[in-house]
């Protein structure tokens, strides 16, 4: 194997590490050395590609956010009422929060850090504005408030907190599909042309 396909390797099995362990124990707790044993890398070559802990948590961003920005590309172009489409996106992100540990623990990583360059929200909130740009009968502002809070307290109950978990239970993903119920029961506007009624859960597109 060539120097630099092994390189890659070794870069991608620390960031694989890295993920793993930012998800189980933050950032705070999580070292350096935790991570090199985890991959089963030497220091040395930790450092070699990653100098600092935070340039491997930028790392491990920059990979859940990838990976959201890549389970969203369904809803860019997809003819369907805005509203739907947000509901799409909710349920895409908890999907992914749930099934991949770099998007777990890049979400978690822009709920422990303080860095600007570590927020996961910013990997899907484009595609939230865009999808609300032009919407009729829809407070834009106010939906994107709901869906950072509806994304906030999915994390959160992904890493343990035990007030989300005792409320809500172990089916998040059925919780998500309640909550737009309560949303869609108590949404003024106009009423949707037959057969376009947006509904909790996600639509057909994926």
């Given amino acids: ?26 950032y705070a707790a ?13 220091m040395g070559a930790l450092t070699f590609h990653f100098t600092t802990k935070d ?6 961003t920059e990979c859940g956010s990838a990976a959201t920005r890549a389970g969203l590309r369904h809803l860019h172009g997809t003819p369907m009422p805005a509203l739907q489409a947000v509901i799409d996106l909710t349920h895409t992100l908890a999907a992914l929060l749930e099934e991949d540990t770099a998007v777990r623990a890049a979400a978690r990583l822009a709920r422990d850090h303080a860095d600007p360059a570590l927020d996961w929200n910013s990997a899907w909130l484009p595609t939230l504005r865009e999808l609300l740009t032009g919407s009729t009968g829809l407070d ?21 907190s035990p007030q989300i978990h005792e409320l809500a239970g172990h089916n998040l993903r059925e919780q998500l599909t309640q909550a737009w119920q309560v949303v869609l029961h108590a949404t003024p506007g106009p009423p949707a042309p037959p057969g376009e009624d947006p509904a909790p859960t996600p639509s057909g597109t994926f």
């Avoid at 999580?30 to 030497?42: D, F, I, N």
């Avoid at 307290?153 to 992904?158: H, K, R, T, Y």
């Fill in 1 to 26: 194997m060539a120097r630099q396909d092994r390189a890659e390797l070794t870069r991608q099995a620390l960031i694989a590490a890295a993920s793993a362990e930012f998800d189980r124990h933050g």
């Fill in 30 to 42: 999580t070292s350096l050395s935790r991570v090199s044993r985890a991959a089963g890398v030497s």
């Fill in 55 to 60: 340039a491997l948590a930028a790392a491990v």
């Fill in 140 to 160: 834009a502002q106010r939906i994107e408030v709901f869906v950072l809070l509806l994304m906030t307290g999915i994390e959160a109950a992904l890493h343990g």
